[in-house]
C-alpha cells in the first residue's frame, strides 16, 4: 500500500507526477493556502507533509498526525516550522537550499537597479500621461557603477550578489555572524560591523535567515545609520525589517528608497501605507520564480519527502540528528 501524503500548494506536473508514483497523494488545489485549521485535519491519518512557508507547522500540528514521518518544505527558509519540536518527535525536516541562489541574486539585482533608476515611477509616469517631453533632470536616479554596496548575511545568496557586483566596479562590505576568510580572498569584500556598513553603504542588501536576533533588525535606530541617499534591498524575509519604521524612514527622506521582495505582513495589504510611497517598490515574494528554479525546488522537496518516507537521510535534512 502507498503510503499517504498530504501537499499544501499546487506543484508543477513533473513533480506531482514522481509523487503520485510512489504515493497517494492528497493535495489542496485552491490559490490561497489551507487554514490552519484545515491542515490539522487533513495530515491525521498522513505519513508524509509537503508544505510551504504560508504553513505553520507547530506542535500540536504534528501531535494531530501520529502517523508523521517526514516534513518537507518546499523553500529554503524554515521559521513557519517548530524544528525543535520535530526532532523532539523523531520528525525529519527537509528544505530546499542551494538551487534557488543564482535566482535569487539575480532577483536582488534587479530590485536594487529599478529602484536605483526609478523604474517603477518612470513607469507609472508614461502610464498616467505625464510624459510630454524630455527633460535633463526628470526622474534622476543613483549611480551604480562604483558604488559602495554593503551585504548583511554572506551565505550562499550573500555571495552571489557579491560576485555580480564585480560588473560594476562597486566596493561591496558585509556583515555577518561569522567572517568569511574565503569570500573575502575570493571575492575581494570587506567585513564591517553592522553599524559601519549602514554608515558607509550607498545600497544595502538583506540575506539573513529570520532568528530571533535578525527579526526587527532594520529598525529605527538602524536605519538612522543610513545615508540619506541610500537604497535598501530585501530579498531575505519581511520581519527583517520594521514596517512601520521603514516608512517612516522613507516619507520622512531618512533614506532614499527601499525595494522590497517579501514584507511583513505578507501578503502585504493593499491599503497598506508603504504603498502610497513612490519611493517604495513591492512586489509578490518573486525572488525564486523562474520556471527552472521553482521545478527544482518541488523536486527537491519531492525527494527529501521519499526518504523521509523510506526512513533514510534527507538529502537536504534541517535536522540531521533525528
Not at 510551504?52 to 507547522?57: A, G, N, P, Q
Not at 505625464?130 to 533632470?137: D, E, F, V, Y
Not at 560576485?163 to 570587506?190: C, H, I, T, W
Amino acid at each position: 500500500m502507498k503510503p499517504k501524503i498530504y501537499v499544501t500548494r499546487h506543484l508543477p506536473e513533473v513533480a506531482f507526477d514522481k509523487l503520485a508514483a510512489h504515493c497517494e497523494v492528497e493535495i489542496w488545489d485552491e490559490e490561497f493556502p489551507p487554514s490552519y485549521e484545515v491542515l490539522t485535519e487533513k495530515i491525521r491519518d498522513k505519513e508524509g507533509l509537503l508544505c510551504l512557508l504560508t504553513d505553520r507547522i507547530d506542535p500540536q500540528l504534528m501531535d494531530a498526525a501520529p502517523n508523521l514521518k517526514v516534513i518537507s518544505q518546499c523553500a529554503v527558509g524554515f521559521d513557519n516550522i517548530d524544528i525543535a519540536a520535530a526532532t523532539e518527535r523523531g520528525l525529519p525536516v527537509g528544505n530546499t537550499p542551494g538551487v534557488l541562489t543564482d535566482a535569487t541574486a539575480d532577483f536582488a539585482w534587479s530590485l536594487l537597479m529599478s529602484a536605483a533608476r526609478r523604474v517603477g515611477e518612470g513607469i507609472e509616469y508614461v502610464k498616467t500621461g505625464q510624459w510630454h517631453t524630455w527633460g535633463l533632470t526628470l526622474l534622476l536616479g543613483a549611480e551604480v557603477y562604483g558604488a559602495t554596496l554593503g551585504i548583511i548575511g554572506m551565505g550562499r545568496i550573500g555571495q552571489a550578489v557579491a560576485q555580480r557586483a564585480s560588473g560594476f566596479n562597486m566596493k561591496v562590505l558585509y556583515s555577518d555572524a561569522f567572517r568569511q576568510p574565503e569570500a573575502e580572498a575570493n571575492l575581494g569584500v570587506e567585513y564591517r560591523n553592522l553599524d559601519d556598513l549602514l554608515a558607509e553603504s550607498d545600497f544595502v542588501s538583506l540575506h539573513v535567515n529570520l532568528t530571533e536576533e535578525t527579526r526587527g533588525l532594520m529598525n529605527a535606530r538602524t536605519m538612522a545609520l543610513m545615508k540619506a541617499s541610500a537604497i535598501l534591498i530585501n530579498t531575505s524575509r519581511g520581519p527583517v525589517i520594521d514596517p512601520d519604521d521603514l516608512y517612516d524612514a522613507l516619507s520622512s527622506g531618512e533614506i532614499a528608497y527601499a525595494a522590497l521582495d517579501v514584507t511583513d505582513p505578507e501578503p502585504i495589504p493593499a491599503d497598506h501605507k508603504l504603498l502610497s510611497l513612490p519611493n517604495c517598490i513591492i512586489v509578490p515574494h518573486i525572488a525564486s520564480a523562474t520556471i527552472s528554479t521553482r521545478t527544482k525546488m518541488a523536486m527537491m522537496a519531492v525527494d527529501n519527502l521519499l526518504a523521509g518516507l523510506e526512513g533514510k537521510p534527507l538529502p537536504n535534512q534541517v535536522n540531521p540528528g533525528v
